[in-house]
């Protein structure tokens, strides 16, 4: 299921009534038009384009703020799009940690790239979390993530990639829950 350009004001207007951050990944350009009047908290950008300078570039403008996957990308790649951002002038930059896999297994994480990520660019960095469970999120806390992704789902049985890895109410509720023990 794609959300349909009419939900998008429903779904800004949500997040605000309950004080949530308000973003959305963009894969084209025809996307632009539907998300730019309602302002977002953070350009999201997906690890699969990462290195779209393009489309990145025509996001400039969106928020002040950029959150960055860095899954499937090489470190000069990760540098390019860093020194393009600040170039065009965005100052929030965040990395995000990422395997980009669906799910993702427990032995393709790599938690110490959050220390990488760090002494290379010297921006906060976070942590996209393709695993099944909640764990791996909670150790990229104890590392020093600031950020972390994690997909949402109403039913993890639902058809489709991302359910399987997805926290669904309880499981996110006691996630947040660990991560601000850890805190």
């Known amino acids: 299921l ?13 997040a605000n009534k309950l004080e949530l951050f308000f973003s959305s ?19 999201k950008i997906a690890s699969a384009e990462l290195n779209n300078i393009d489309l990145i570039g025509n996001q400039i403008g969106l928020s002040d703020t950029f959150i960055v996957s ?18 065009k002038g ?32 010297s921006l906060p960095v976070g942590f996209s979390d393709h695993t099944e469970g909640i764990h791996h999120a909670i150790a990229a806390v104890a590392r020093g993530a600031c950020f972390i992704e994690k997909h949402f789902t ?11 890895l997805s926290s669904d109410i309880s499981e996110m509720t006691e996630m947040v829950r660990n991560i601000r023990e850890i805190e």
């Open 2 to 14: 794609e959300i349909q350009s009419v939900w998008w004001r429903e779904l800004k207007e949500m």
């Open 90 to 121: 965005i100052k929030k930059i965040v990395l995000l940690e990422c395997t980009s896999s669906y799910p993702a297994p427990p032995e393709s994480v790599q938690l110490l790239n959050i220390d990488f990520l760090k002494s290379v660019f």
């Open 154 to 164: 109403m039913d993890k049985k639902m058809e489709g990639p991302d359910h399987i």
């Open 70 to 87: 860095t899954g499937m990308s090489y470190l000069d790649e990760i540098s390019e799009t860093v020194r393009f951002l600040k170039a």
């Open 25 to 43: 990944s963009i894969f084209d350009d025809a996307t632009l038009p539907v998300l730019e009047p309602l302002g977002l908290d953070f350009v």
